[in-house]
């Protein structure tokens, strides 16, 4: 596997335990329920896949930040068109 590597340009350092675990982060970070990751990666157990392969990475902790800001957003602009529906436009946001 370093041979081809090597021919191809990427570093000798990578194996296949590595592209392992990376497939399932991609996995994860794209959403993919964890029954899946799990039958993909063989195991049987919940618990061994989150442990050994499902850490947090730095993509999914803006992705879950910015699915939140844009949840309180949405739900905020609601309440605004809803109270300007009513009349009620000086009513202040809580």
């Avoid at 964890?34 to 061994?48: C, K, P």
């Avoid at 896949?49 to 905020?76: F, G, P």
């Amino acid at each position: 596997m370093k041979r081809l590597l090597k021919i191809i340009g990427l570093k000798t350092t990578l194996n296949p335990h590595r592209l392992r675990h990376t497939h399932t982060s991609l996995l994860a970070q794209a959403g993919v329920n964890l029954e899946i990751i799990m039958h993909r990666l063989g195991h049987q157990d919940e618990q061994t896949t989150r442990q050994i392969y499902l850490h947090v990475t730095d993509e999914m902790q803006k992705d879950a930040s910015i699915n939140k800001l844009n949840r309180d957003t949405n739900k905020n602009l609601k309440r605004l068109f809803e109270w300007h529906q009513h009349g009620n436009i000086n009513v202040m946001l809580t």
